[in-house]
């Protein structure tokens, strides 16, 4: 009777030790993005879309990204590399993108168009700010009751991020620009093909395939030859159009970038913690943008990572960690610098 018992409960307790084991596994691989839910605040009539993520009590660290992209595109290992830090991560989609509220009865120009009235010394009117979306973004961390937070932008993030640090200082624990610009005048132009690929990505395809092909050959044209993975490219690819794409909105941020212009003044008045990654393979923003912004700020750092183009594929996204994590670091072990500008 013993035996049988035995063997019972080593019949149960064992393919409940081998389900438990891989859905530990599983959960170890699954992304961060599908772990932790989606959750929406209203700033001022406006419905951002956001995600928080890691230990309620991690320290915290809002991410912002760029132009047209959604949270997603910070990616899985970056994301990843900070959870496993003991981070709180906060990440959210710009409005107009992702699952942010979208401004259907707003028209949106060809970017060819704005550029051309740029080149002749006209300022495209937008219909927001910078400024308007750096609020989105203080919005999101007062939903959460976040008094301050480590700022991270990449590329319109790092602007937003920028304006975000100078109008609210007393919200910033620390700032990080990546692969961003100042606006200031006569700063190397972009590539023409990183031009042609940023104007793609404001088009609509005709279908799912074409959509994806076309986001690939913007990964491929503005990210690094080294790093680029069309494999993870396109996985990518497929994610953020499942969510929802939406051109007119790319635009309309295209004209509040255009709108924001030198933030020169703006950035020398900061005074708090700053750290500035830039790639020496950028064809969108030339590594001289990422050089202006340090150089623009009083003791920021300034961090050229070789063979970095203007996209975080999976192997800059470590290159990139490398980085922040000494940087969050030295701000926790220096507080009364990440007091600075309060």
């Given at each position: 009777?013993?035996?049988?018992?035995?063997?019972?409960?080593?019949?149960?307790?064992?393919?409940?030790?081998?389900?438990?084991?891989?859905?530990?596994?599983?959960?170890?691989?699954?992304?961060?993005?599908?772990?932790?839910?989606?959750?929406?605040?209203?700033?001022?009539?406006?419905?951002?879309?956001?995600?928080?993520?890691?230990?309620p009590d991690g320290e915290p660290v809002?991410?912002?990204?760029?132009?047209?992209?959604?949270?997603?595109?910070?990616?899985?290992?970056?994301?990843?590399?900070?959870?496993?830090?003991?981070?709180?991560?906060?990440?959210?989609?710009?409005?107009?993108?992702?699952?942010?509220?979208?401004?259907?009865?707003?028209?949106?120009?060809?970017?060819?168009?704005?550029?051309?009235?740029?080149?002749?010394?006209?300022?495209?009117?937008?219909?927001?700010?910078?400024?308007?979306?750096?609020?989105?973004?203080?919005?999101?961390?007062?939903?959460?009751?976040?008094?301050?937070?480590?700022?991270?932008?990449?590329?319109?993030?790092?602007?937003?991020?920028?304006?975000?640090?100078?109008?609210?200082?007393?919200?910033?624990?620390?700032?990080?620009?990546?692969?961003?610009?100042?606006?200031?005048?006569?700063?190397?132009?972009?590539?023409?093909?990183?031009?042609?690929?940023?104007?793609?990505?404001?088009?609509?395809?005709?279908?799912?395939?074409?959509?994806?092909?076309?986001?690939?050959?913007?990964?491929?044209?503005?990210?690094?030859?080294?790093?680029?993975?069309?494999?993870?490219?396109?996985?990518?690819?497929?994610?953020?159009?499942?969510?929802?794409?939406?051109?007119?909105?790319?635009?309309?941020?295209?004209?509040?970038?255009?709108?924001?212009?030198?933030?020169?003044?703006?950035?020398?008045?900061?005074?708090?913690?700053?750290?500035?990654?830039?790639?020496?393979?950028?064809?969108?923003?030339?590594?001289?943008?990422?050089?202006?912004t340090a150089q623009k700020i009083p003791?920021?750092?300034f961090v050229a990572i070789r063979d970095?183009?203007?996209?975080?594929?999976?192997?800059?996204?470590?290159?990139?960690?490398?980085?922040?994590?000494?940087?969050?670091?030295?701000?926790?072990?220096?507080?009364?610098?990440?007091?600075?500008?309060?």
């Amino acid at each position: 009777m013993g035996m049988v018992c035995k063997k019972m409960v080593s019949g149960l307790v064992l393919p409940a030790l081998i389900a438990l084991v891989l859905s530990v596994s599983a959960r170890a691989t699954e992304s961060p993005f599908d772990i932790y839910p989606i959750h929406f605040a209203t700033i001022d009539g406006t419905a951002i879309a956001y995600q928080d993520m890691g230990p309620p009590d991690g320290e915290p660290v809002l991410l912002i990204m760029g132009l047209g992209a959604q949270m997603l595109h910070w990616g899985d290992p970056l994301v990843r590399g900070l959870l496993k830090q003991g981070y709180r991560v906060i990440l959210l989609d710009n409005r107009d993108a992702g699952l942010s509220q979208k401004f259907y009865a707003l028209s949106a120009p060809p970017i060819w168009w704005a550029l051309v009235k740029q080149k002749v010394g006209i300022t495209p009117k937008p219909f927001y700010t910078l400024s308007d979306m750096a609020s989105d973004a203080v919005g999101v961390l007062d939903t959460l009751n976040i008094q301050r937070a480590h700022i991270v932008g990449a590329s319109m993030g790092g602007m937003i991020a920028q304006v975000f640090a100078a109008e609210n200082p007393q919200r910033v624990r620390s700032l990080t620009s990546i692969m961003s610009s100042s606006g200031a005048p006569n700063l190397p132009e972009p590539a023409q093909a990183a031009v042609s690929a940023l104007a793609s990505g404001a088009e609509s395809s005709l279908t799912l395939e074409g959509e994806l092909d076309k986001r690939v050959e913007i990964a491929r044209t503005i990210g690094s030859p080294r790093y680029f993975s069309e494999t993870y490219a396109r996985a990518l690819a497929k994610r953020v159009v499942s969510r929802g794409t939406y051109p007119p909105g790319t635009v309309r941020q295209f004209l509040a970038i255009l709108a924001s212009g030198d933030r020169s003044p703006l950035l020398n008045k900061l005074q708090l913690p700053v750290l500035v990654i830039h790639g020496d393979a950028d064809p969108l923003l030339p590594i001289a943008h990422g050089r202006d912004t340090a150089q623009k700020i009083p003791d920021a750092h300034f961090v050229a990572i070789r063979d970095m183009g203007h996209a975080l594929e999976p192997a800059v996204s470590r290159l990139v960690l490398e980085q922040l994590i000494p940087f969050f670091d030295a701000v926790r072990a220096q507080p009364q610098i990440s007091e600075a500008g309060r």
